[in-house]
Structure formats: structure tokens, C-alpha cells
């Protein structure tokens, strides 16, 4: 089955300082993958997604990078804040299948 | 605030028995799935449906049933309760079954 995964489980950064979070996955036919945010207490938030014939897509503060040769995705926050202090999951699918394949997470803390 | 609605935010009961856990989806999602949250396990796919009719089905055990009913609402059925099953119950929806997923704020089930 598909595996997804994260390079670091905790990821601290200092207010205003930009983010990057990681992420591998093991299945090559995936073709859409989608990063989450979840804050304590709170259902996994959609942040943005990417398919795969792009490899870069901005959002507002947010950068997701899709290398396909080496199977990585990656999200970059910039000018990180406070709020942005969650756990962040990555998830893969492929067109066409019916379910989401999660990553364990990274928590990211911002530290003021 | 997804526009996805779970009740109830809480739940706790005893081994044995057997909970409903209900998912209203946002207004014209026709796909709905339905995840579990547990420290050791990350978001675990469980089953979705689309317009009624179960379309995948992953980690969910025997015990455990689900179903999507005319006005798309969905339920999960829980029964003869372990501890084991004590975790976060998250419901999503999509508007087809390719694109992005929008989660509730979950169902936190406890069993003692």
C-alpha cells in the first residue's frame, strides 16, 4: 500500500522566520497530494493541494513543492507566525481511487 | 469552519456497546469519508461513500459499519466497543471523488 512519510516529527522556527516541512511518499503513481493543518482540538484543515503535473503551487504565505524524481513534497510557510504553531500531515491519493493516504505529521512550533 | 458538521464533539461509553456517530457533509458534497485518529495510528482511512453507494473501504473493522443516506448525510455505526477503539472519529467530504477533502471537527470517542 501507499507510504507516506515525514522527515522530522517537530519543527521549531522563530516568528517571521520561513518553514519548511517535508515529506516522502512511496507510491509513484500518485498523482494528488494535499497538505493539512490541524490545531489541537480541531479537525485536519485543507491548506493546499498539488497534482502532479505541476511542481509548484502558491497559496497565501504557502509554497508546495512536488519533486517527482525523488517521490518529496514539501510546504513552505513564509514569514511563519504564531497561529501557524499545528501539526501538519501530508497526504497522497491517486485519481481516480476514493481515499486520502496520511503522513504521521510534523508539529511546528513558533517560537516569538 | 469546513461546513462540515459531526455530532457529537464527545462521547463516552463502556465496553461493549455501541455508538452512532453522524456526519452531515457541506451543502452539494456528494462524497463522504470517514477517519480514525488515534496517537499511534495518525488518520487512518476507515470507508467512503458517494451518493449513497460505499465506494472504498480501508482499516475499518467488522465491527464497525457505516452508511450514506438519501439526504447524503452519513453514519458510522460502532459496536461491541473495545478500548482499543477510544481515538478521534473524523468525518470529510468532497464534491466528487477526486478532489479535495474537507474535514469536520471530529468525534472524540471514549471507552472505559
Known amino acids: 500500500g501507499e507510504s507516506v512519510g515525514l522527515h522530522l516529527p517537530t519543527l521549531s522556527v522563530q516568528e517571521g522566520d520561513n518553514s519548511i516541512i517535508n515529506c516522502a511518499y512511496s507510491?509513484?503513481?500518485?498523482?494528488?497530494f494535499i497538505w493539512y493543518k490541524q490545531e489541537s482540538g480541531k479537525g485536519p484543515q485543507f491548506i493546499i493541494d498539488i497534482r502532479s503535473n505541476m511542481d509548484k503551487r502558491q497559496g497565501q504565505r504557502v509554497t508546495v513543492l512536488l519533486n517527482k524524481t525523488v517521490k518529496h513534497l514539501s510546504l513552505q510557510i513564509a514569514a511563519t507566525q504564531p497561529g501557524d504553531s499545528a501539526v501538519y500531515f501530508c497526504?497522497?491519493?491517486?485519481?481516480?481511487?476514493?481515499?486520502?493516504?496520511f503522513g504521521t505529521g510534523t508539529r511546528l512550533t513558533v517560537i516569538p | 469552519d469546513s461546513g462540515v458538521t459531526q455530532t457529537p464533539k464527545h462521547l463516552i461509553t463502556a465496553t461493549g456497546q455501541r455508538v452512532t456517530l453522524r456526519c452531515s457533509p457541506r451543502s452539494g458534497d456528494l462524497s463522504v469519508y470517514w477517519y480514525q485518529q488515534s496517537l499511534d495510528q495518525g488518520l487512518q482511512f476507515l470507508i467512503q461513500y458517494y451518493n449513497g453507494e460505499e465506494r472504498a473501504k480501508g482499516n475499518i473493522l467488522e465491527r464497525f459499519s457505516a452508511q450514506q443516506f438519501p439526504d447524503l448525510h452519513s453514519e458510522l455505526n460502532l459496536s461491541s466497543l473495545e478500548l482499543g477503539d477510544s481515538a478521534l472519529y473524523f468525518c470529510a467530504s468532497s464534491a466528487r471523488v477526486d478532489s479535495s477533502a474537507f474535514f469536520g471537527q471530529g468525534t472524540r470517542l471514549t471507552v472505559v
Open positions: 497526504a497522497e491519493s491517486l485519481t481516480g481511487a476514493n481515499n486520502l493516504f
Open positions: 507510491n509513484s503513481a500518485s498523482d494528488y
